[in-house]
């Protein structure tokens, strides 16, 4: 089991940053694949980037790709989402997710991730 905690959203706006955190309990969570998911109201969730288990691979939505980046430090359970140059399109409440690392699954499959958080909400204002 794991349980996932996200952190560091709020309210900013366009052209701003925000840094996201993942704290995941547990002693293996450097056996897991991480990701960060989103979903604004009215919209289906959608994948915004992911890890695998040792930060090595990384996979990001066309959206954020350029202006996003995620981040791991296994050594504190923690992983993090980077988030500069904002636009209003982002704003959205953003989940962080887990999976037992799996090399043949792709990073990006929603499905694939066995443990969610509660969400932490973006707001970008224009």
């Known amino acids: 089991q794991v349980q996932l905690g996200e952190s560091g959203g709020g309210l900013v706006q366009a052209g701003g940053s925000l840094r996201l955190s993942c704290a995941a309990s547990?002693?293996?969570?450097?056996?897991?694949?991480m990701a960060w998911f989103r979903q604004a109201p009215g919209k289906e969730r959608e994948f915004v980037a992911s890890?695998?288990?040792?930060?090595?691979?990384?996979y990001y939505a066309d959206s954020v790709k350029g202006r996003f980046t995620i981040s791991r430090d296994n050594a504190k359970n923690t992983v993090y989402l980077q988030m500069n140059s904002l636009k209003p399109e982002d704003t959205a409440l953003y989940y962080c997710?887990?999976?037992?690392?799996?090399?043949?699954?792709?990073?990006?499959?929603?499905?694939?991730?066995?443990?969610w958080g509660q969400g932490t909400q973006v707001t970008v204002s224009s």
């Open positions: 997710a887990a999976r037992p690392r799996n090399p043949l699954m792709s990073l990006g499959r929603g499905s694939s991730y066995d443990y």
């Open positions: 890890s695998n288990w040792n930060g090595v691979s990384t």
């Open positions: 547990g002693r293996t969570f450097s056996t897991y694949d």
